[in-house]
């Protein structure tokens, strides 16, 4: 049995679709106004593990994925400006342009992350009507009232306001009372439709003028328009628990008078050498970053795997070089048993499908499953059947276990000693050394590159 744990219920529950065998999901997708960080990947990575266990269980999916593209501010709440258009300005560009030039980066991460399409990938912005129907909704059942600025949701008309996060509505009830907007009725009264100012270049003519959506509002109306009024679930970080999703569930309350969700799934944070991830450190890294120092995507993929989703993990250069080293070392394992003759018992084989399947079942718990994983890899006799269950399991894993050229390029230990002799030689400014080295690796049929962060090699 699938076993989910809920933030609303906060608890593990039995999984069980609302209707029969396909799973109707809703993940919140990126702010397309700059390229996604490993923190933003970290909760994609999430998200298609999360596909990967449905399937792997014989669920089908209908699941959506959407691209904010306008209405996300500079803070989670109301205040500040557009993302996007702060962004637009700054590079003096459409904002749509920015959106389309980061959608492609995003998706094209995706596909080095081995991350698959949600069914529907639904930008904001070609949203816009359902969006202002919903709010008319809201309006009509008396949750909502207009000001100066927009149309706002009136949290004192929902008693459960607050349900998702709990004991976090006092502090952000003091951090909202700062912000004194003197024509809101309640200090978390947030905004579902905002009058767009003059300025404004994102804006569409509404029964209100001429507007834009609120950020909370897209996804309740994208969700709605895809899956219905009641799904499955529904995901996104932990930081989307307070502000974001809170608001998702009030509009559905305010609009049909029903949680959109039944389960709601938070991904924790990544870190960066034990802090956060911000521009002004400098280590907002992407994916590029770690292929610009030689790393594959998929070693990325492989740290994830390290922590459960629901732990903080802490990304620092040794713990992405060791997932590298350990991900090249399960492929090698594989080739080991597609190569091996050697015969395992089938009920070993199904026990050690049902321990993989079971840790994975544990509410996505990925790095017991690894362990399960290593110890199928490093079973003594090499067999195909061995490497056909390692398969199996990259079919939820999805790190290429079967992909050859890394193997060859870096489990040659010969080759690994003579990158070592000319690193040395390099840092002992030996270029006569370094360069003999570099012949001879040539000679071998691997071609030396040296780069800003150190010398990769490749196959010629
Ligand atoms: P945003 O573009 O800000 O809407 O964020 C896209 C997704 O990335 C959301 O699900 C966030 O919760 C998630 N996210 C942002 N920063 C991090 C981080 N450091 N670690 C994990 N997830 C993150
Ligand atoms: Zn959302």
Redesign the pocket.
């Given at each position: 049995m699938l076993k989910l744990y809920n933030t609303l219920t906060r608890q593990k529950e039995d999984f069980k679709p609302l209707e029969e065998n396909t799973v109707r999901m809703y993940t919140?997708g990126?702010?397309v106004y700059s390229e996604a960080h490993i923190?933003?990947m970290?909760?994609y990575l999430f998200m298609d593990n999360l596909r990967k266990v449905l399937k792997y269980n014989d669920y089908n999916l209908n699941h959506v994925m959407n691209i904010?593209d306008v209405g996300?501010m500079t803070s989670d709440a109301d205040e500040g400006e557009d993302k996007m258009e702060k962004a637009a300005r700054k590079a003096n560009k459409n904002p749509l342009d920015i959106a389309h030039e980061i959608t492609e980066k995003f998706l094209n991460d995706f596909d080095r992350l081995n991350i698959e399409r949600p069914e529907h990938i639904t930008p904001a912005t070609e949203h816009i009507k359902d969006m202002e129907e919903y709010v008319a909704k809201i309006m009509e059942n008396g949750y909502a009232y207009e000001t100066s600025k927009g149309i706002y949701f009136d949290t004192s008309k929902l008693k459960s306001y607050g349900e998702l996060s709990r004991a976090n509505l006092e502090k952000q009830l003091a951090g909202a009372r700062i912000e004194v907007d003197s024509e809101k009725r309640n200090p978390l009264d947030f905004a579902l439709w905002i009058k767009a100012p003059k300025e404004h270049i994102m804006k569409w003519n509404s029964r209100w003028g001429e507007c834009y959506p609120g950020w909370h509002i897209e996804c309740s109306a994208m969700g709605h328009k895809y899956l219905g009024t009641k799904f499955d679930i529904h995901t996104?970080?932990?930081?989307?628990i307070p502000i974001h999703h809170e608001n998702e569930i009030a509009q559905a309350k305010g609009a049909y008078g029903i949680n959109p969700a039944n389960l709601w799934m938070h991904?924790e944070?990544?870190l960066i050498d034990g802090g956060k991830?911000s521009k002004s450190l400098g280590n907002c890294y992407t994916i590029s970053t770690l292929v610009e120092k030689g790393y594959e995507p998929l070693a990325y993929r492989y740290f994830t795997y390290t922590s459960h989703y629901r732990n903080k993990l802490n990304f620092t250069w040794e713990s992405i070089d060791s997932a590298q080293k350990s991900l090249l070392r399960l492929r090698e394992a594989y080739f080991n048993h597609e190569n091996g003759t050697e015969d395992v018992s089938e009920e070993l084989l199904n026990e050690w499908k049902e321990e993989f399947k079971s840790a994975i079942n544990d509410d996505l718990n990925f790095p017991l499953a690894m362990a399960t994983v290593w110890e199928v890899a490093k079973f003594a006799k090499h067999s195909k059947k061995i490497a056909k269950l390692l398969l199996d399991f990259d079919s939820v894993l999805s790190l290429s276990i079967d992909k050859k050229e890394e193997k060859t390029l870096l489990l040659d230990k010969e080759i690994e000693e003579l990158l070592e002799k000319r690193k040395a030689a390099r840092e002992n400014k030996d270029f006569k050394t370094s360069d003999e080295i570099r012949d001879l690796l040539l000679q071998k049929g691997y071609k030396v590159i040296d780069t800003k962060t150190g010398q990769q090699i490749e196959k010629v």
């Open positions: 919140c990126l702010t923190g933003n970290r909760a904010t996300h996104g970080g932990v930081d989307h991904v944070f990544l991830m």
